[in-house]
């Protein structure tokens, strides 16, 4: 397989105290609305220091997706555990394309973090990133 374009990952924010096998009703329910402003306003209020990202997604841009042109980005809600884990990924947005989608989820999964803090002790914690696939344009 071919890499066709590239991926990065721009935190958004995070939210602690959730366990990863429940997406908090209010979080879902904002997901749901497309209102990512309260979403993001909902997770902002449990945590003193979100987690932070200490590697890079390993990405892998899908062929089927480069030769049709597709490209945009996959807003992904992530469970990171109190070691930095990701142990959950929800695709919150997307450009549609199942193929990214996918892609996304396998890249969120790879990430390493530095946990969120509350009082500072570790904590887990749900975090928002973009995912983002772009087609860069040919060398002239």
Do not use: H
Not at 11 to 29: I, Q, T, V
């Amino acid at each position: 397989m071919r890499l066709i374009g590239g991926a990065f990952v721009i935190a958004l924010c995070a939210a602690a105290g959730a366990r990863a096998a429940d997406l908090p009703r209010a979080y879902a329910e904002a997901i749901a609305a497309r209102d990512f402003g309260r979403l993001l306003a909902e997770l902002n209020r449990q945590f003193d220091v979100p987690p932070i990202p200490v590697s890079e997604p390993e990405t892998v841009y899908p062929e089927v997706a480069g030769r049709a042109g597709a490209q945009g980005t996959v807003k992904v809600v992530l469970y990171v555990d109190e070691r930095g884990d990701v142990g959950e990924v929800v695709i919150a947005d997307s450009p549609g394309w199942f193929a990214l989608e996918e892609a996304a989820r396998r890249a969120a999964y790879t990430i390493r973090y530095r946990p969120a803090t509350r009082k500072g002790e570790p904590v887990a914690a749900w975090y928002v990133a973009d995912i983002i696939f772009y087609i860069a344009p040919p060398d002239r």
